[in-house]
């Protein structure tokens, strides 16, 4: 209820369906044009993503600079009318490339102002610049996370971003392997070589006995490490387990904190 209402003490039932369509009129009011915002890229990820035909119409004809126009990401969007299809568009749209951070933050603005107007069941959370949206009611995992993504690059920040996206789809098998791939291209980043997780494992213990790091401590990590790895093989890499929700929300925690302490000890 806005406060207008609560002034007026007017009391308006909330359609989904009506909300839903107010919002979608709002957030094309400033999406109209975003493909200009992305890049040739950008456009081509979205529409590979969606199995959708890429098109590009010709330029004015009478202007020799002008550009092939896209009007894919636009007119997918304002075409679907399946909250949750929409929703996982707009999460597309984010991992898409656009033509600078900037202009990615513009629009992110705009889609949480959009969102603030309306009354949809619908939450948002922003990630190193992605976009991730669940239902109303549904918990995100905490800062704990947050602060993981944000040293995080390359291959092991969007195999983590792959992992929350899948646990809050709630495919816990597909968020346990990109768990145990954040982690194996993590390692591999921070020992610098391309060996698998079970080598890297061993080359962690070496390096942190090196560093002459508590033996206690030590030995809860390589256990951890090595009860993981084992965990891994056996319900995601080569098999397909039964793994809960908290399971799976245990692992995401796990392996954020271990990140964290080697972050930290390997950059000092």
Not at 38 to 65: H, N, S
Not at 145 to 155: A, K, Q
Not at 191 to 206: A, F, S, T, Y
Not at 257 to 268: F, G
Request: net charge negative.
């Amino acid at each position: 209820m806005s406060d207008f209402d609560r002034r007026w003490k007017i009391n308006t039932t909330v359609n989904p369906e009506d909300e839903f369509r107010k919002f979608k009129i709002r957030l094309m009011n400033d999406f109209k044009n975003i493909d200009s915002a992305m890049t040739k890229l950008g456009v081509y990820q979205y529409c590979m993503e969606l199995a959708i035909d890429e098109v590009w119409q010709d330029p004015d004809r009478y202007d020799a600079f002008s550009e092939p126009i896209s009007k894919n990401v636009s007119d997918s969007l304002d075409v679907e009318n399946n909250i949750a299809e929409f929703f996982r568009k707009i999460e597309i749209i984010f991992r898409s490339e656009f033509s600078s951070d900037h202009i990615r933050g513009l629009y992110i603005k705009s889609l949480l102002r959009s969102l603030q107007l309306s009354r949809l069941e619908v939450d948002i959370k922003v990630l190193k610049k992605q976009v991730i949206t669940v239902p109303k009611g549904e918990k995100f995992l905490d800062e704990e996370v947050d602060t993981t993504l944000s040293f995080l690059s390359g291959n092991s920040n969007k195999h983590l971003l792959d992992a929350l996206k899948f646990y809050y789809e709630k495919n816990f098998i597909k968020s346990a392997e990109s768990i145990r791939r954040s982690l194996e291209e993590f390692l591999r980043s921070q020992l610098g070589n391309k060996k698998g997780l079970k080598q890297n494992i061993v080359e962690l213990g070496k390096l942190l006995k090196k560093d002459n790091r508590d033996a206690f401590i030590r030995e809860i990590i390589m256990g951890t490490f090595s009860k993981l790895d084992y965990f891994f093989n056996n319900n995601s890499k080569h098999n397909d387990g039964d793994i809960s929700e908290e399971e799976n929300e245990f692992l995401i925690y796990q392996l954020a904190s271990l990140m964290k302490y080697i972050n930290e000890v390997t950059n000092q």
